[in-house]
């Protein structure tokens, strides 16, 4: 590649981890992708990362007969990946290939927040709490992207792996209009500010009257996960009417037993619908045991959930 196109800088990477530090900073033209490292649940963040950055990539299978990961990963169903190179291709099939998709015509780029909220008003009237598991990391980015500079305070919590937390916040915090960062404990809640916990060993919570705050607390898992989405939401029944809460894409069944206590109490409640789910599990219990009130398609998640704070 670097003889073909002379000053080009070729990056290698033997992990995800390493590959997404690398992505971030030096923000490549393309990436070449092991087969192996799509088959990785991690790789929905390099996912994520490719699409705000519109980095095109592929796939490069072990031999021409190999079967691509897409069969295997419903998280490659919203990549944008073409698999049409093997290990046993020839360099020139490679520059070839690296040629055309760099001339192909781009995307525009989505725009660039100018400026972050700072210190946002503590007047806000709801709360969002919002949780997901496999596949959410697109699923945020897409709810987010169409939240307000000045949006309620949000709380989420996604599983993720332990070394992608932090991506994370600086990936969404990238792509959004309001400041996104890492929970903590004893933060209080702001209009402007998404409060993310991924990767972490604590459960994130609310205390129960305001000024609310957020509370950290270490604990066995809830629901299979630390953090946990049920964990979340059952801190927040106390205030219960000045929430609105969210379940969307993922596996299992995290969040939907203490929706359903958040609905008793006078919460509005949302899961995002089987069509647009990358895995259609956790919004599915929501939905089946009455937790949910209604079903929202993820184009749509975002305009729900901010009608809802203004009731």
Not at 280 to 307: C, F, H, N, S, T
């Amino acid at each position: 590649m670097e003889a073909a196109y002379p000053g080009a800088q070729v990056l290698l990477a033997n992990n995800l981890m390493m590959a997404y530090n690398q992505a971030e900073a030096g923000q490549p033209s393309f990436a070449f992708v092991e087969d192996g490292f799509t088959k990785l649940p991690e790789f929905e963040m390099m996912l994520a990362l490719f699409t705000a950055l519109d980095v095109r990539w592929v796939s490069v299978m072990d031999t021409a007969n190999s079967t691509p990961a897409r069969g295997s990963s419903p998280l490659l169903n919203v990549g944008a990946g073409i698999f049409e190179l093997s290990k046993s291709d020839s360099p020139r099939q490679f520059v070839q290939y690296f040629d055309m998709m760099i001339k192909a015509p781009r995307k525009n780029a989505a725009p660039t927040v100018a400026s972050k909220a700072s210190a946002g008003r503590d007047d806000f009237k709801k709360v969002i709490l919002i949780g997901s598991s496999t596949g959410g990391v697109e699923a945020l980015r897409n709810v987010l992207v169409g939240f307000p500079i000045q949006c309620p305070p949000t709380l989420i919590v996604q599983h993720t792996g332990k070394s992608f937390g932090t991506g994370l916040v600086s990936l969404l915090d990238r792509i959004c209009p309001a400041k996104v960062v890492a929970a903590g404990d004893d933060i209080a809640l702001k209009t402007g500010h998404v409060y993310i916990a991924a990767g972490q060993p604590r459960h994130m919570g609310v205390t129960p009257r305001k000024p609310y705050r957020l509370r950290m607390k270490e604990g066995p898992n809830v629901s299979g996960h630390t953090p946990s989405v049920d964990a979340l939401f059952a801190s927040a029944v106390p205030f219960a009417k000045d929430v609105v809460a969210a379940i969307l894409t993922g596996m299992g069944q995290d969040g939907a037993k203490s929706m359903l206590e958040l609905r008793k109490a006078g919460a509005t409640t949302f899961a995002q619908d089987e069509k647009t789910a990358v895995v259609y599990g956790m919004p599915r219990v929501a939905w089946e045991i009455g937790a949910a009130q209604k079903q929202v398609p993820l184009d749509r998640m975002a305009g729900a959930i901010l009608q809802a704070c203004k009731t």
